[in-house]
């Protein structure tokens, strides 16, 4: 078994755009600039957007977060978002979801212009995707995709079997693994909630991504002996054996299925440092105006 080491690779990536952005200031061109908007005090949605700020920093993009009161009308938001859209300093922005209830998200990001959407959540970047054009692709799915395309992974041909039906993960990454482009290619089945004989199916996978948001549901009699893994989960879990008194766990009963597999993503450090990272190579993208020129 191989562990699909997403800490290095993020970092790997890391340093490739922090050398691009090196090479932008030394022509004496801005370094690209993301800004994310932040509504109340969701303490797992403070600890992201300060995550991305220091991710931004370690590359040497210049970052910028726009906090809001729960209680924020949705107008005003809207106008947020139109600001950061004309802002010519901005390349790209997110927004922090959730939003609190009376704020219609669907409404705030197709506010978003999709040449500034770096989360790729914008129906013209799912769009766009969906059909093979250039387009912003949001973090898990891209992250998962550069970690397939980092490990050399060969996907053409083989049965892709994913777990959940989310517009954030298993959709899109279904989408671009059936894709002409590689990674893709592959034979792709989707699973979800009404999926009957389920454990057949997931044995049947060459390659199993797993994004179902449910602790240890994978079990090593759900997987071929061979198969590459793909652990999207991230959950915390109390634990005796930790100074914290907490340990992460995946979707995945890692202990029993890694042993099954050619290749799995480890939680943590498999797929969560990709996603932080996709977003700095979609904010590099839009400075450099590669998919909307
Ligand atoms: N909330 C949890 N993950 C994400 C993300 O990738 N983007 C945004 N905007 N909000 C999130």
Excluded: W
């Amino acid at each position: 078994m191989n562990l699909i080491d997403g800490k290095k690779i993020a970092a790997e990536i890391k340093q490739e755009i922090a050398l691009e952005v090196k090479k932008m200031i030394d022509k004496e061109e801005r370094p690209p600039h993301l800004a994310a908007i932040l509504v109340g005090n969701d303490p797992a949605s403070e600890t992201y957007v300060n995550s991305k700020a220091k991710a931004c920093k370690e590359v040497g993009f210049d970052s910028s977060t726009y906090k809001f009161e729960s209680n924020i009308e949705e107008e005003e938001l809207l106008k947020t978002v139109e600001f950061l859209n004309n802002d010519p300093d901005i390349d790209g922005f997110i927004v922090q979801l959730p939003l609190p209830d009376h704020i219609d998200e669907q409404k705030v990001i197709q506010a978003i212009s999709p040449r500034k959407d770096v989360d790729g959540f914008h129906p013209e970047n799912v769009g766009r995707m969906t059909i093979g054009l250039p387009a912003y692709v949001s973090a898990t799915p891209n992250g998962i995709m550069e970690l397939l395309k980092r490990s050399d992974m060969k996907t053409a041909g083989k049965n892709c079997v994913i777990l959940g039906r989310s517009n954030i993960v298993g959709r899109p990454v279904s989408i671009l693994m059936s894709r002409t482009t590689e990674p893709g290619n592959a034979t792709v089945t989707v699973c979800h909630s009404k999926t009957q004989n389920l454990a057949a199916i997931t044995a049947s996978a060459d390659i199993l991504i797993v994004a179902i948001g449910r602790p240890e549901f994978v079990t090593a009699d759900m997987v071929k002996e061979g198969a590459v893994v793909i652990d999207v989960g991230i959950h915390r879990v109390p634990s005796a054996k930790t100074k914290s008194g907490f340990r992460l766990i995946g979707d995945v009963k890692y202990d029993e299925v890694a042993p099954k597999t050619s290749q799995i993503t480890p939680v943590p450090g498999g797929v969560g440092p990709m996603t932080i990272v996709s977003l700095l190579m979609n904010t590099l993208r839009a400075r450099k105006n590669e998919i909307y020129p």
